[in-house]
């Protein structure tokens, strides 16, 4: 069954699909109109896109992923 086209884009201007090629995230191809497993695309580059959209929901962004404080393990090694 192909996918079928929508009229939602994604931010990337993508658009949304409501199926996914066999092997592909739905939710992904759903969400950001492609994934990990489409051509030319790096798993690292579908983790960017989730972490950039629940970044977006928080009310007290931009922040950052960084520790405020080094852990111990660190503080310990100097």
Do not use: K
């Amino acid at each position: 069954m192909a996918s079928t086209p929508s009229t939602e884009t994604a931010p990337n201007g993508r658009p949304l699909e409501h199926t996914a090629p066999p092997g592909h995230s739905l939710i992904a191809h759903q969400i950001h109109g492609w994934c990990a497993a489409c051509p030319d695309v790096e798993l690292w580059e579908e983790l960017h896109a989730w972490r950039q959209r629940e970044r977006a929901t928080v009310v007290d962004g931009p922040f950052t992923d960084r520790a405020p404080v080094p852990s111990r393990e660190v503080a310990a090694h100097g």
